[in-house]
């Protein structure tokens, strides 16, 4: 190939030059050029190696259908892999490197696998490396190789500098595509007053009219119509935008390239841009990509689209070959065969028509073209360029009659037809119907929302696209007149792509899918297998799966398949396409979706005093709470411990207010909370509280908590951290559902109330003094709440404990949280008030015995948390029925105990229990749901679950660890560890 | 870790659009609800305090500095700056929920621009005219939008989630001191 600029002509700003790197080679560029057009101009005749087999491969296409031009683009930390030479624009310092190529483009190791390509066919890593000897072993060890062999960009792990950003936009009218038919569209329905968005994946309008040559009639168009669409304010233009997926309900992502031309992103400004589009009916103008040819060695570098081929000469000033040879099966590549020739270059048209329309056949000879009706190419010559072609007399099966022809040449063009870009519409409407006259599937023009306009639905002429876009946008305003050529593609295809010696094989390699190197034979290798579903065959060969998504490849295995199997294309069938059309920076979808935004995080108003006393923080589902509260050089287990012995001595207070808080109202709200928890609460006084659990249907534990009720109709429910949401939800449920008879509203409360526990013996003394009220047992005993005013903030605050203490719940308007706080630990400095974190409540917890959700876990029972005594037998509630299933009264059921650990380490919690002299294998007798160092106890104690539990205390048995390997030895025990009789939490 | 913004952020959208972020008093948030005949009995609740019944969940009803937003067929909140002593009846009840959100208020001529990158909402002067009201989530958090002016939303978010989701709209922006 001798690719060369022309002194004149393109689209090109000659003015503005620029330099970019490729393999460590500088190619001189205009603005205006792409990365691909670039290399082209310059000589490149090599840009990739192939995936499978390291062929040298050049380039194919001059837009998004290109195959074999992936590329790296730029170094450091903006190092992107993938990328399209064809669709990158070229800056000044834009460096990129080829890759799948080691040591190096022009001599590629790996090129290896090309010798033993025979043995590389379709399943061959299926058939050697999974199984042969035992399990996945073998494939295991062998993967990492094949992963590095095999041909796609490496990634960087570098942290990415640009930021992203996702928007929504709403319209009246999608327009995907502004070529001729799109614009026409736009412009109608933009004069029609629709709020339209036209979406361009290129840098300029005009699609197909930006190959024509420059300074035509349809550039004036085109600057007529651009300007028109700028001056309506309901239009918005999208450049550099790829409308890359289409959803259910007229949704489409797009994502905008905002800044990929330029070397950085300017400051504040996002690399690209996540578009999601709702509207109220989309036109699909996407247009249609060339179909390539199959014959031997089809994949030399030289061989290329015509339309590309034409598009680098009239968009970019590229002459791409001076000897050419232009193999067709219909008239599109004439029209580009005349412009190379009146270009300079000696073209040969080997048309497999035997009949060629004789007005085309006259242009061509008058431009000195030599034109070979009833011939194709059957092989190519050359290694890592063309150097010649074979060119043969064929059947109209493409099958070769008698000898072959040599033509050197340095440039090969395929012209097979064109495949409809029908992508979007197949996403949103799965299979298209096939089309005999154009040999390609096709959606229809209409379909709910849905227009598709221009060569998507295979317009024979550009008249007929701009009125069909025109009529589509709403037929407002003069209609656009613009006369194309007279080279319908469709008028008189030969359907064949796939061309072959008499026998019906190839002299050589013929690529079906370029990018996932995917050869005829292996389409027919899948055949002889038995492969017969068009899915199966895509998914065995990989024909389809690269990142192009088969633009190029799908229908000629398709023809392939229907060849083999002695059927036409539509009884073969199609697969369907799924989103995206073209890939997707990662970065995009993410957005700001990421870093500390990752997702919302839920704070207590009293949270910035947490932070600003040196809490260390701990997730708790979306909280951030506090762990622990480190003095001087303390780690986590001896703040914990410290903190939980301070509270047993003095006094602490702890931040509560993740705690689920709903407001439950209304008339039947006692009956409500008779319904959803397993005791009884319709006797529950106004002033009181009351512990409560509450089942799933099913009768496993849902959750606890305790529920205040302040008035005749008014209810406070506490829910635990993790369920709240859950508690709700099933609660709005019931009530919307089952139960549509109560009159009761569920609210939640959570955000509402700020709380405070403060526990300990002294509690009661720092709680009197601050808010001025008695609270002895008399006034306020177990289980009561009373209102309280603290710094002239109403409370509310309830005597209940969760550690065992003396203890209270204060709960407090949000705003003002942080308020009590700080007035609780100022009233508290007589007392030794401390605060105290997460670990400590949970030492706490476990030591009083108290479960949380390590014991509700969703396997458990009331009964094997030893709480079956507050199950009404009086009445009916969530779970009442299915609690009583044979497999959940099951005697031998692991049930809640207590675990004193023998010696002086700590088990971890999800050991596995096991008697002591039983093999230590399978799931054990039961599990550990929590452990901790029990500062009264003063030795390591555990919560669990042991099947027959309360009939083994005084048993030891064995807590065996599997994931860190360690076994201990532990007594079992009642799980009340600490104050079984509730002197502390009542005095 | 969330980052505490300091109020007001200023800053411009990536299109080059001002906006301000800024917390505002929310003043009295309280819910009434009820079940059979809520519209006939809520609505002579409010109008007791010369206010009506939105008839719909995207409209609101504004006398002076109360708002009333339907937020359900039988749920309205109404926001005030001072607290409202509505009317006892059967069959409906009251609930505050002043402490349970915070205000952002969002004012510029980007402020729809920011907003649209956040929530799925067709915030254009006419599909999102002054007064409409929307019960949405930004970054999968429940929030409320009312559109009190051309360029000014007062978004009422969950008290616990303020910090995060101040932080997260204001990362939309390029701040400006």
Not at chain 1, 40 to 46: E, K, T, V
Not at chain 1, 327 to 342: F, G, K, M, R, V
Not at chain 1, 367 to 383: C, F, N, S, Y
Not at chain 2, 140 to 160: A, K, N, Q, W, Y
Request: contains cysteine; neutral net charge; charged residues 20%.
């Amino acid at each position: 190939m001798t690719a060369r600029r022309l002194t004149t002509g393109g689209r090109i700003d000659r003015s503005l030059s620029v330099t970019v790197q490729f393999d460590q080679r500088s190619f001189s560029a205009h603005l205006g050029d792409t990365l691909g057009s670039a290399l082209l101009a310059g000589g490149q005749q090599i840009v990739g190696r192939s995936f499978k087999y390291h062929r040298p491969r050049g380039l194919v296409a001059a837009g998004v259908e290109e195959t074999n031009a992936l590329v790296h683009l730029r170094e450091g930390d903006r190092h992107e892999p993938n990328a399209q030479a064809t669709m990158v624009e070229v800056f000044d310092g834009l460096t990129s490197t080829p890759q799948n190529a080691w040591p190096s483009l022009q001599f590629d190791a790996g090129a290896v696998n090309g010798l033993m390509s025979r043995f590389f066919g379709a399943g061959f890593y299926y058939k050697t490396f999974i199984g042969p000897f035992g399990g996945t072993k073998f494939w295991m060890f062998w993967e990492r190789f094949i992963r590095k062999a095999a041909g796609m960009g490496r990634g960087t792990t570098l942290r990415d500098p640009d930021h992203y950003e996702k928007i929504n936009a709403f319209c009246d009218v999608l327009i995907v595509g502004a070529g001729p038919a799109g614009i026409a569209a736009a412009l109608a329905a933009g004069r029609r007053g629709d709020n339209v968005i036209l979406v361009e994946q290129d840098r300029d309008l005009g699609g197909s009219l930006l190959s024509e040559p420059a300074g035509g009639p349809s550039d004036v168009w085109l600057a007529q119509a651009a300007a028109e669409l700028s001056d309506l304010p309901n239009v918005r233009v999208l450049r550099r935008t790829t409308a890359f997926g289409a959803y259910d309900c007229e949704v489409f992502g797009l994502v905008e390239r905002v800044q990929d031309h330029i070397r950085a992103p300017e400051k504040g400004k996002p690399r690209q841009r996540y578009w999601v589009v709702r509207t109220k009916r989309a036109i699909l103008a996407t247009g249609a990509i060339e179909r390539p040819m199959v014959f031997a060695d089809n994949d030399v570098s030289g061989v290329m689209l015509t339309s590309a081929v034409r598009t680098y000469l009239n968009r970019y000033a590229v002459l791409a070959g001076e000897r050419i040879v232009v193999a067709t099966n219909n008239d599109s590549a004439y029209t580009a065969a005349i412009e190379l020739a009146n270009s300079g270059a000696r073209v040969t048209i080997c048309d497999l028509r035997r009949e060629v329309p004789a007005q085309l056949g006259e242009n061509a000879r008058k431009a000195g073209i030599d034109l070979r009706p009833g011939h194709a190419v059957l092989k190519v010559v050359g290694g890592k360029c063309v150097k010649a072609a074979y060119v043969v007399y064929v059947t109209p099966e493409g099958k070769a009659v008698g000898r072959s022809l040599r033509i050197d040449c340095d440039l090969v063009t395929v012209s097979g037809g064109w495949t409809p870009t029908l992508h979007l519409w197949s996403q949103r409407f799965g299979k298209p119907q096939y089309d005999r006259q154009l040999d390609t599937f096709l959606p229809p023009a209409e379909r709910g929302a849905f227009t598709c306009v221009g060569s998507l639905v295979g317009s024979p002429s550009l008249k007929d696209s701009l009125l069909q876009g025109h009529k589509a946008g709403g037929g407002i305003g003069k209609e656009p007149a613009l006369l194309g050529h007279a080279d319908f593609w469709g008028r008189n295809l030969a359907p064949v792509t796939v061309i072959t010696k008499a026998d019906g094989s190839t002299p050589g390699k013929a690529f079906v899918d370029f990018q996932h190197d995917v050869k005829l034979a292996d389409i027919d290798q899948a055949h002889l297998e038995g492969y017969v579903s068009v899915e199966h065959l895509k998914r065995y060969t990989t024909s389809g799966m690269a990142t192009d998504q088969g633009k190029t490849s799908n229908l000629n295995a398709l023809a392939r398949m229907s060849t083999l199997r002695g059927m036409d294309i539509p009884s073969v069938g199609t697969t369907t396409f799924r989103p995206p059309y073209t890939p997707v920076a990662l970065g995009t979808l993410v957005g700001h979706d990421r870093d500390r935004h990752l997702r919302a995080i839920r704070l207590s108003t009293i949270h910035g005093w947490h932070e600003e006393n040196g809490a260390e923080m701990i997730d708790a589902g979306l909280w951030l709470r506090p762990w622990y509260y480190p003095a001087s050089g303390e780690g986590i287990n001896e703040a914990y411990i410290r903190e939980a012995s301070h509270v047993r001595k003095h006094v602490g207070i702890v931040d509560i207010s993740t705690l689920g808080k709903i407001a439950v109202q209304g008339p039947d709200a006692a009956e409500f909370l008779n319904r959803v928890y397993v005791n009884g609460f319709k006797t529950l006084p106004t002033g009181k509280l009351r512990y409560g659990i509450m089942l799933r249907e099913d009768g496993f534990v849902f959750d606890d908590g305790a529920t205040a009720r302040l008035g005749e109709n008014d209810y406070f429910m506490s829910t635990t951290t993790a369920n709240a949401a859950k508690v709700l939800a099933n609660a709005e449920h019931l009530l919307q559902t089952a139960w549509r008879d109560l009159r009761v509203h569920v609210t939640s409360v959570t955000d509402q109330w700020a709380a405070i526990a403060i526990a300990g013996p002294k509690s009661r003394g720092v709680l009197a003094a601050l808010a001025g009220v008695d609270l002895s047992n008399e006034v306020l005993p177990s289980n009561h709440f009373t209102h309280v005013t603290i710094a002239e903030v109403a409370c509310r605050l309830h005597r209940m404990s969760f550690s065992g203490e003396l203890a209270y719940e204060l709960f407090i308007p949000a705003k003002r949280g942080r308020e009590i706080w700080e007035a609780l630990i100022a009233a508290g400095v007589p007392y030794n008030l401390r605060p105290y974190g997460l670990e400590a409540m949970g030492a706490l917890r476990i030591e009083k015995g108290h479960i949380a959700g390590s014991e509700i876990d969703g396997r458990t029972t009331l009964k094997d948390l030893g709480l079956e005594g507050f199950a009404s037998t009086k009445k009916q509630f969530v779970g009442s029925v299915l609690r009583k299933r044979p497999v959940l009264e099951d005697p031998s059921r692991p049930s809640l105990v207590g675990l004193e650990i023998i010696g002086d380490s700590s088990a971890r919690a999800g050991s596995l229990l096991f008697a002591m002299n039983a093999p230590t294998k399978g799931h054990g007798e039961g599990w550990v749901s929590a452990v901790t160092y029990s500062p009264a106890l003063k030795k390591n104690i555990a919560l669990a679950l042991l099947a027959r539990g309360p009939q083994r205390f005084g048993e030891t048995i064995q807590v065996v660890d599997f994931v860190g390997n360690e076994t201990w030895q532990a007594k079992v025990v009642s799980h009340h560890f600490f104050d079984p009789e509730g002197h502390h939490q009542n005095g | 870790m969330a980052k505490k913004h300091q109020s007001p952020v200023r800053g411009t959208t990536s299109d080059g659009l001002p906006v301000t972020i800024r917390e505002v008093e929310l003043g009295t948030l309280t819910q009434l609800a009820g079940w059979e005949d809520f519209d006939i009995l809520a609505d002579g609740i409010l109008r007791k305090q010369a206010l009506s019944l939105p008839s719909d969940c995207r409209s609101s009803f504004r006398r002076g500095l109360t708002s009333v937003w339907r937020i359900a067929p039988d749920r309205v909140l109404v926001r005030s700056d001072t607290a409202m002593n509505f009317e006892a009846v059967d069959e409906i009840v009251t609930l505050d929920l002043s402490h349970s959100r915070v205000c952002l208020r969002l004012n510029g001529r980007g402020a729809a621009s920011l907003l649209s990158r956040m929530v799925a909402l067709d915030l254009s002067e006419a599909g999102f005219p002054i007064g409409t009201f929307a019960q949405t989530a930004i970054h999968h958090v429940s929030v409320l939008i009312d559109r009190v002016g051309m360029e000014e939303f007062d978004l009422c978010i969950p008290t616990t989630f303020a910090v995060s989701l101040t932080g997260f709209i204001a990362e939309h922006l390029n701040q400006v001191a």
